[in-house]
């Protein structure tokens, strides 16, 4: 008798736990959904590089992209690996003549922002020569924006050889070290950082609001243009590692590199 009031409280516990994350996710897809159905932009055939944090892999920014492109948003491109070598293999998925190209960008070596740095003009290094890139837009999650801002402030990001890096989309990266580099930047770039804001608790979890905001004094005075944006909502929304599976966030962000119609 124990024991079956034992499996009937475990079931009962089971289903209770399954509907809240039913509705969770329900709630979840709903909003993102609301956000993205709204979201109409032009068509500027400029590829944009997604660049993960620490650790990254195909799952940090793969949300984001397959929202992108089933929404009509953009379309998903190309997927390029990157070994710990530095060879760069390439899956095409689709042409990058297409409607506001995706592209995936994944290092094997995914824990060493200054190595994949380095890496990272190699990719472009190869979008240009191979597929005669000549402009792309860069967005960075965590570390994946100090791999970014490495990149730009290194000489090879202002030289013929690589494609001009026309936005930056920076989303929750502090900046430790990099106060005086902001000169270093290319001076036609245009930036917009991104800062999650738990609860009006000042913190994503993860970045304190006041360190991503910081971004601003070490760029703007040397480029073309800032902004940025603080997302408040619930840890399901904003927390640091959710910023990037938000509807509000990929709404910015695809407003922000098309231009809306």
Known sequence: MKQRRSHRRLFWTLGVIGLVLFVLVGTWWGRNHHYLTQTRVQDTKTPTLFIPGYMGNKISFGGMIRRMDHYGIGTKAMVIHVSKQGKVQIDQQASLKQKNPLIQVLFQNNKQE??????LRQVLYILK???????????????????VFDYLTSPTAKTKQVPRVSKFVNIATNFPGNKTAGHLLPKQLYILNIAGDIWHLSSDGGIPVKQDLALKQIAAPHVAAYREVVVHGSPLTVYHSMLHENGAVDQIIAEYLFKPL
């Open 114 to 119: 200054h190595v994949e740095a380095k890496q």
């Open 129 to 147: 020569e191979k597929y005669q890139v000549q402009k792309v837009n860069l967005v960075g999650h965590s570390s994946g924006g100090n791999i």
